[in-house]
């Protein structure tokens, strides 16, 4: 029983169910991001959360207290919204102390609020301007010291980054990962960018199609994907996802890859279940990361496998060089170190480090567990 | 060929076609504003001087004795009242019925947008056909109402009149005017705890500035304006100042008195003008007031 608790919730409108039975328990300080395409019904789920969307069937409990029906002012939480939704006509000050007059704090405590809110995000200087004097990133703090100031038990983001440009965004970014650590509040983001999602959560719930695809760590959504939706969706470039077969041979599984000339290389697969998929067809995932080249390979891994391949582009981006081929008849991408010699048109000995493969079904597309 | 030479060319064809679009704006202007004038000249001209002379000369004697009449002594119904009581009548009308109408107008808007329901639009394009009604049709049975609840020949009778009539127009111009209003804050005033009329009072009225004065324009002037409802409905103390501006230039006894009838005339349209110059002012405000960036 965690401090937000999500059992069983639907959500349908009209005969169409959007969301399908979510079960997620969030606990105290944790910092849950919902991620997913347009569409998956991650903001649908955030707004049921917030009280601005009824709930069909199931339950959301936040301490303890059942929240069904209870409106969205009485469930102590706080919002922060894309548009950020300052109210125009009103000074920044003002916007930050709107919740607390609504409320009913008396004026002396709302002003001592306002300063100390202002003060831990900056924007002391800025309590008299209207938000239309305010540039992006300024509005974005206003934002979040209207959420911080109610002290809320669940802080809810709507894709509170969408609206910034590239730098600002990852400015931000730090900046709302380094507020949860020094207040230890208890986070919920909605938002489509996996990078995001990645680096400021404690855990990720994948969501698509109204379904929760993989609840988890970061590092459980990287590396054991639970479906090929979520082993392309996370991670940038994806993960290669092509067809290939399992071989048995001296008693070990061993992938069968087609390169760019059809012929079968077999790279040994260290997943011992995989003997039972003798002969069958699986969907191989490999992150663009473990192709390297062999200097460049991970020094831990304990099963680096050689695959010959034909290089079709590569491209230099400062940091990485990526590098395109054809496996298993579809593109791929390896992502190399910035400084290796490799050509287009070239034929080249890559490393894979089959540690980190994954196997798929390739009917169902579930993870084949290990 | 050197830049100067480009622009000097640029300048000199821009200063020949900005001398014809004046000259042709100047000689609209003269156009419209020509019966004005004709109006204003002759109610400051003795009688005499209309009758026995010309229209578009200016007076040799000048007079405001025309103005004084029309307002307090001219001879309209029975008693020589001028245009005064009705006058004060129009304004008791008009003020409530553009006040209700755009007050109902807004939470409307504000419903029909931010609150919404099954068969809102349906709600919607009804109130919206309500527009479209000749006032014509509703004349009998709008009458039977108005007696039925005892409002007939009142004041309130003929501002419940104009605000029914009215709501139609207010309705859909604070509907468009909200639908473009970001729902998100309503949603973030909700959180803030603020209620239905709260949120509206606090954060929808204060940005609603520029339609209000539409609204305000739109309804002050048709109702102002209006003759139908007034001389179908009005009693004989509640008539307003167009059915009473009829009455005194229609009345068929005695001389003409042009001078009194255009000073009577020029009288009633007063407040739409005054409405236009003063509240088109601050529309303009309002509209500069959301593109002013920082």
């Known amino acids: ?370 | 060929m050197s830049g100067a030479v480009d622009t000097g060319v640029a300048i000199r064809t821009n200063r020949v076609t900005r001398t014809f679009i004046y000259l042709f704006l100047l000689l609209f202007a003269l156009f419209y504003l020509l019966p004005l004038a004709v109006m204003l000249i002759n109610s400051v001209k003795p009688l005499s001087e209309i009758t026995g002379g010309n229209m578009m000369a200016l007076p040799d004697v000048w007079t405001f004795e025309p103005w004084r009449e029309a307002w307090s002594s001219a001879q309209i119904g029975v008693q020589p009242t001028g245009l005064r009581p009705y006058f004060i009548n129009s304004i008791l009308i008009v003020v409530p019925a553009v006040a209700i109408s755009t007050i109902m107008g807004a939470l409307n808007g504000y419903v029909l947008t931010k609150w919404r329901f099954r068969g809102d639009t349906i709600l919607f394009g009804m109130l919206l056909f309500s527009c479209f009604i000749p006032f014509q049709i509703v004349l009998i049975p709008m009458a039977r109402v108005l007696g039925m609840i005892g409002l007939a020949g009142s004041v309130p009778g003929l501002i419940l009149v104009h605000v029914v009539y009215g709501l139609g127009f207010t309705t859909l111009y604070f509907r468009n005017y909200y639908s473009a209003f970001p729902t998100e804050l309503v949603r973030a005033a909700q959180i803030d705890g603020a209620g239905f009329f709260r949120i509206f009072y606090r954060i929808l009225l204060p940005l609603s500035g520029p339609i209000i004065v539409v609204t305000i324009i739109w309804q002050f002037t048709n109702i102002w304006n209006d003759f139908l409802f007034g001389s179908s409905f009005a009693g004989q103390a509640s008539q307003p100042m167009t059915v009473a501006l009829n009455n005194l230039v229609q009345s068929s006894t005695g001389v003409k008195a042009y001078n009194v009838h255009f000073a009577g005339a020029i009288l009633a349209a007063l407040p739409t003008l005054i409405v236009y110059i003063v509240s088109g002012r601050f529309f303009v405000r309002g509209l500069m007031a959301g593109s002013v960036k920082g």
């Open chain 1, 1 to 370: 029983m965690g401090l937000l608790d999500i059992s069983n919730v639907t959500k349908s409108y009209g005969a169409v169910e959007v969301l399908h039975s979510v079960d997620i328990s969030v606990d105290e300080g944790e910092f849950l991001v919902l991620v997913g395409p347009s569409g998956c019904g991650k903001s649908t789920l955030l707004s049921m959360i917030a009280g601005l969307e009824g709930i069909t069937s199931g339950e959301i409990s936040i301490k303890g207290r059942t929240m069904n029906g209870v409106h969205p002012s009485k469930r102590n939480i706080a919002m922060v919204f894309q548009s950020y939704a300052l109210y125009p006509n009103m000074t920044v000050g003002q916007n930050i102390t709107f919740g607390l007059e609504m409320h009913g704090t008396p004026k002396p405590e709302r002003e001592d609020a306002m300063n100390r809110v202002a003060e831990m995000l900056q924007i002391d200087n800025l309590l008299s301007r209207k938000p239309g004097q305010l540039s992006g990133g300024q509005r974005q703090r206003v934002a979040m010291g209207r959420a911080l100031v109610r002290d809320p038990d669940v802080f809810l983001f709507d894709e509170p980054l969408s609206n910034l440009d590239a730098k600002l965004r990852v400015d931000m970014r730090t900046e709302i990962k380094k507020l949860h650590q020094s207040l230890g509040t208890t986070i919920v983001y909605v938002t489509h960018d996996q990078i995001e999602a990645m680096t400021l959560s404690t855990r990720i719930a994948v969501m698509n199609k109204g379904y929760v695809q993989q609840l988890g760590t970061p590092k459980e959504i990287y590396d054991t994907p639970s479906n090929v939706f979520v082993a392309t969706f996370m991670g940038s470039p994806a993960m290669n996802v092509f067809p290939s077969r399992i071989v048995v041979k001296d008693g070990a599984p061993h992938a069968a890859v087609t390169g760019h000339d059809g012929v079968e290389q077999l790279l040994r697969f260290p997943q011992p279940n995989l003997a039972a998929w003798d002969g069958r067809e699986i969907l191989l995932g490999i992150r663009p990361e473990t192709i390297t080249d062999p200097e460049g390979a991970d020094r831990n891994a304990d099963h680096i496998a050689s695959l010959r391949n034909h290089i079709g582009v590569t491209e230099p981006a400062g940091s990485d060089t990526f590098v395109t081929m054809t496996l298993g008849g579809r593109d791929a991408i390896a992502r190399m170190r910035a400084d290796v010699t490799v050509r287009a048109g070239e034929v080249f000995d890559f490393a894979v480090n089959m540690d980190k493969a994954v196997a798929f079904d390739p009917k169902t597309e579930e993870r084949i567990q290990p």
